[in-house]
């Protein structure tokens, strides 16, 4: 990772990523069994720390059923090859409530569409650091009776 005063400008720019991703808005904001065929979303910038988080949430049981993706940074350190270099993560979760899994108008699960959509926009990009966002892993995360999704990570490489 570069500088730490860059981590800022890289979560940002992520999230406006995030946003500028009509696909990735829809799944996440229409909770409806084929959120593609739904308008856009005009101002998809209301998403932020609604829908999209840049820091680990878990969504509350208690309110309705939706999608929440959250980004963030972990994992930095020295580079393994090159000591003027940083290394570091970073990790999108993925959380969707267990009824809005199945999207019987797509014959798609949303996680996994979500998951397709964020590695679209990262994988084997030059979207931060100096060399190209490669994917490293995807698990699965349960988060409570109500919720579950993914957690999927990318390798970054900044100037030390």
């Given at each position: 990772?570069?500088?730490?005063?860059?981590?800022?400008?890289?979560?940002?720019?992520?999230?406006?990523?995030?946003?500028?991703?009509?696909?990735?808005?829809?799944?996440?904001e229409?909770?409806?069994?084929d959120?593609?065929?739904?308008?856009?979303?005009?101002?998809?910038?209301?998403?932020?720390?609604?829908?999209?988080?840049?820091?680990?949430?878990?969504?509350?049981?208690?309110?309705?059923?939706?999608?929440?993706?959250?980004?963030?940074?972990d994992?930095?350190?020295?580079?393994?090859?090159?000591?003027?270099?940083?290394?570091?993560?970073?990790?999108?979760?993925?959380?969707?409530?267990?009824?809005l899994?199945?999207?019987?108008?797509?014959g798609m699960?949303r996680?996994?569409?979500?998951?397709?959509?964020?590695?679209?926009?990262?994988?084997?990009?030059?979207?931060?650091?100096?060399?190209?966002?490669?994917?490293?892993?995807a698990?699965?995360?349960?988060?409570?009776?109500?919720?579950s999704g993914?957690?999927?990570?990318?390798?970054?490489?900044?100037?030390?």
């Amino acid at each position: 990772m570069a500088k730490f005063e860059q981590v800022n400008t890289y979560i940002n720019d992520t999230m406006l990523l995030l946003i500028n991703n009509q696909n990735l808005c829809k799944l996440l904001e229409y909770s409806v069994d084929d959120p593609f065929q739904e308008l856009d979303i005009a101002e998809t910038d209301t998403l932020l720390y609604n829908k999209i988080y840049p820091f680990p949430k878990v969504p509350k049981t208690e309110t309705e059923k939706s999608s929440t993706l959250c980004v963030f940074f972990d994992d930095f350190r020295l580079g393994s090859d090159n000591r003027g270099t940083k290394e570091g993560t970073i990790i999108f979760n993925v959380i969707v409530h267990n009824d809005l899994w199945r999207m019987t108008g797509t014959g798609m699960l949303r996680p996994y569409a979500i998951l397709s959509e964020i590695d679209n926009i990262f994988n084997n990009e030059r979207v931060m650091g100096i060399k190209k966002v490669q994917f490293d892993k995807a698990r699965f995360l349960y988060v409570n009776e109500n919720y579950s999704g993914y957690q999927v990570s990318y390798s970054i490489t900044s100037v030390n």
